[in-house]
């Protein structure tokens, strides 16, 4: 029944490819972090304007990055773009639908966790004379950041496993690229996508840990 | 500008790709939850040893759901197994929603009040009745919107079979762009499936939660 034999000697030569593939993962999940985070920002400002414009474009963009699948998004930016005449690259495609993902989850993360800091935080931070900028500053963030960690650590994870999904729209200098770009070359699809899947649990458990050490450093009293 | 070449039978083709999403979330919500029920009690009452199986179903929610299906996939032609691409998404994804629903269950369990279980066993109930009459009703109105949650989250992770060669809604749209060229209108009903299927299953969860909580 069982008659094939694993050759893990030509997926371990590859590893060097590999691991350069896992830095653009690492770069472009990161950078969609971090456009995300600026995005979902804007956005939780956005939804608590007072202007129904605003703050109608914010909750159909957090609903839609909510309920559709990102390789949805992906394809959208892919070949829907393509319908304006816009031609963007796949790694352009891949980070933007990341990023637009990123921000409709964070922005509801955000929103969440504005709802946790108690309103007489500010009116006392107000009332001890500081400006509404100097107050969201000092006062509201730091305690923000503290209720939002976790839910950033998370979607920063899943911002790695969801770079995968730019393979689809072919994609081929990250892990999965790499890796696939190895399997149609030799077909040992086992065992170059079974050294992909461990390196991609090895980023999220060093991204897990490094949150957790910066958690431990930044939220000390 | 407002002519398209979508005809009626391509839209019947992305309803059935829809059906086929249907099928396969119900089917590995139908495996993850019973896997995820087992595991989930299991966690919560060993807690040391039953560390190796939420070791092991981490892996799961570390590696990228598309990389999962590959060498799932390739795995059963290396044992010789005969099953079909859409078995092979089942399997997968009824692992991987296991893997979240220990979680969501696990949780659950630990959020009933340990005095609210002393008081049960003390009124004589045996383990399994405490654990039937007391911990189950409690804990599944605590983990029923993490698990919609869920739901919701596989449904749109069923867009990654189209790797496998599952043709559900995302891939019978593509498809069909290849063959008529018209992306952004094909992809707007396709987002636009989509969308309703999560807003139908939203709700419907949001009506459950709200009887549920009348009895209270």
Redesign the interface.
Known sequence: ??D?TFQWRPALRALPDMLAGAWVTFETAALSMILGVLLALALTVMRRMDNPLPRAFANLWV??AR??????QI??LY??L???GWHISSWAALLAGITFNNAGYLAENFRGGLKAVPDTQMRAARSLGMGAFQAYRLIVFPQLLRIVYHPLTNQM?WAV??T??G??VGLNDDL?GV?QDYNVRTFR??EF??I??VL??LI??VIVLVARLLAWRLFRY | MFSTSLTANDLLFMLQGAWVTLKLTAAAMLIGTLAGVVFGLLRAAMPYATLPLSWALDVFRSVPLLIQFVLFNSLKSLVGLDWSAFTVGCVVLGVYAAAFCTEIVRGGVLAVPTSLRRASRSLGMSYWQDLRYIVLPVATRVAFPGWLNLVLSVMKDTALVMWIGIIELLRASQTIVTRIQEPLLVLCIAGLIYYLMSLVVARLGARLERRWQEDD
């Open positions: 029944m069982f094939y609903s839609i309920n559709t699948p990102s390789l949805f394809y959208m070949f829907g393509g319908s304006f994870v496993l969801m995968s999904l393979v689809i999965t890796t699809t086992f996508f079974a992909a899947a991609y649990y999220t458990k």
